[in-house]
Structures are given as structure tokens and as C-alpha cells.
């Protein structure tokens, strides 16, 4: 299995700014992509943002000029920086890996447990 930690959640004020990370771990041969996603209570998860091996990005439409994706030079981690934090904001977000493991000779989705955000004033 890829185990996934996400860190860096917390509460903030409006027009704050925060910053989560994810570590990928295990046996792993490949990652595709990697991203975040976000869940409010009685709404969908949503894509955030991801990135993929080749550095394409690509942002809701909610989140443009204020969110920025980033992975490291080994991509067995992701980060978002988030500034201009609204109230909408507020949900439990989730990072999510594309991944091969060694063991595999497929593909696979790998989701972290989640992590609180709470924007609010």
C-alpha cells in the first residue's frame, strides 16, 4: 500500500493564509499525480488542485490566484499554499496520489485520511 500524511491544517482568519503538505510512503514504483481535494459537511468532495509528472497543474475555478500546488524534486510530496483565505474555504481536505506501487502492474488512487481547514473569524 502508499500511505499518504497530510499535516499543516489548522484555523485561520479571513484573508489568512495557510500552507498543507502531503508525504507519500511505501513501496512505491511511480506517482502520476497528486493533488488535494476538499469536503464540506453535505457537499461532494471537490477537486482543489492538482499536478501531474510532467508539472501541468490545474485549479478549480474557486481557487484560482489564490492556491498553488507544488511538489518537490523526488514528487513524494505536494503542498498547497493557500492565501486570501474566504469562509467558503472551511472543509476537510484530502490529498490524493495517482500511484504505481512496485508490487503492481497497475495504477491505483491513494487518499490520505483528510485534514481539517477552518477559515473564520
Known amino acids: 500500500q502508499v500511505q499518504l500524511v497530510e499535516s499543516g491544517g489548522g484555523l485561520v482568519q479571513p484573508g489568512g493564509s495557510l500552507r498543507l503538505s502531503c508525504a507519500a510512503s511505501?513501496?512505491?514504483?511511480?506517482?502520476?499525480?497528486m493533488g488535494w481535494y476538499r469536503q464540506a459537511p453535505g457537499k461532494q468532495r471537490e477537486l482543489v488542485a492538482s499536478?501531474?509528472?510532467?508539472?501541468?497543474?490545474n485549479y478549480a475555478d474557486s481557487v484560482k490566484g489564490r492556491f498553488t500546488i507544488s511538489r518537490d524534486n523526488a514528487e513524494n510530496t505536494v503542498h498547497l499554499q493557500m492565501n486570501s483565505l474566504k469562509p467558503e474555504d472551511t472543509a476537510v481536505y484530502y490529498c490524493?496520489?495517482?500511484?504505481?506501487?512496485?508490487?503492481?502492474?497497475?495504477?491505483?488512487?491513494?487518499w490520505g485520511k483528510g485534514i481539517l481547514v477552518t477559515v473564520s473569524p
Open positions: 490524493k496520489t495517482n500511484a504505481r506501487p512496485y508490487r503492481s502492474s497497475y495504477d491505483w488512487d491513494y
Open positions: 499536478a501531474g509528472s510532467p508539472g501541468a497543474t
Open positions: 511505501g513501496s512505491i514504483f511511480r506517482i502520476n499525480t
